[in-house]
């Protein structure tokens, strides 16, 4: 089955310990990409990645990192997690261009 | 300007209406516009394509008006499962993709 696979599904953490959510796409796609979804403001997008080992800044980028070493994982690192990322992740994957996006089933996360 | 703008509802509706939600965009060189469903705390799930001028799958019409830069989901005969929030997703230049904040619909008995 086609699908984007998002762990954890839930995440309880304390302030600045290191976490990291991963995301496993296996549709062969080139474009993935991970977005936060908070009440009010929607999706926005954190990261994004073209391909394998190109990484590119979304619009809320800061206190996240990704990488990229193989084309169908593109895991989301919190070196030092605050309160103010508590939030639902999704990861997502395309081919890119004029093709849809294939969501993951998300990860809540809550920083304490 | 926002690059995607919904109307943010809520949209109250009773069964067996027909209801439409508009999402106004930005950028005139966008060739595809996606409407997606989520639901409450789940993940965006693809409900219909546009890549022309519209689209119709059952009860669901996507429209695309490219003068006046906007597209619309229609919903006719509506029923409760159909409650949900839809998402407007407009992919952009530099490989991203611009989402509406979504429409939130409620069908009631």
């Known amino acids: 089955e086609a699908q984007v696979t998002q762990n954890p599904r839930y995440l309880i953490t304390v302030t600045g310990k290191k976490l990291t959510v991963t995301c496993s796409q296996n549709?062969?796609?080139?474009?993935m990409s991970w977005y936060r979804q908070d009440p009010g403001l929607g999706l926005r997008q954190i990261y994004y990645?073209?391909?394998?080992?190109?990484?590119d800044k979304g619009d809320v980028p800061e206190g996240y990192k990704v990488s990229r070493k193989e084309k169908r994982n593109f895991p989301l690192i919190l070196e030092s997690p605050s309160p103010n990322q508590t939030s639902l992740y999704f990861c997502?994957?395309?081919?890119?261009?004029?093709?849809?996006?294939?969501f993951g089933n998300g990860t809540r996360l809550t920083v304490t | 300007r926002k690059e995607v703008e919904q109307d943010p509802g809520p949209f109250n509706v009773p069964e067996g209406a027909t209801v439409a939600f508009n999402c106004t965009y930005s950028?005139?060189?966008?060739?595809?516009f996606f409407w997606y469903r989520q639901d409450c705390r789940k993940e965006p799930k693809l409900l219909m394509s546009?890549?022309?001028s519209g689209n119709e799958d059952g009860r669901f019409t996507a429209q695309l008006n490219r003068a006046s830069q906007y597209i619309s989901l229609l919903i006719r005969d509506s029923k409760l499962s159909d409650s949900a929030t839809y998402l407007c997703?407009?992919?952009?230049?530099?490989?991203?993709?611009?989402f509406g904040t979504g429409t939130s619909l409620t069908v009631i008995p």
């Open positions: 997502a994957s395309s081919f890119g261009g004029s093709s849809p996006l294939h």
């Open positions: 549709m062969n796609h080139e474009y």
């Open positions: 990645s073209m391909n394998v080992e190109v990484t």
């Open positions: 950028n005139s060189a966008s060739q595809s």
């Open positions: 546009v890549y022309s």
């Open positions: 997703v407009v992919p952009g230049t530099g490989n991203q993709f611009y």
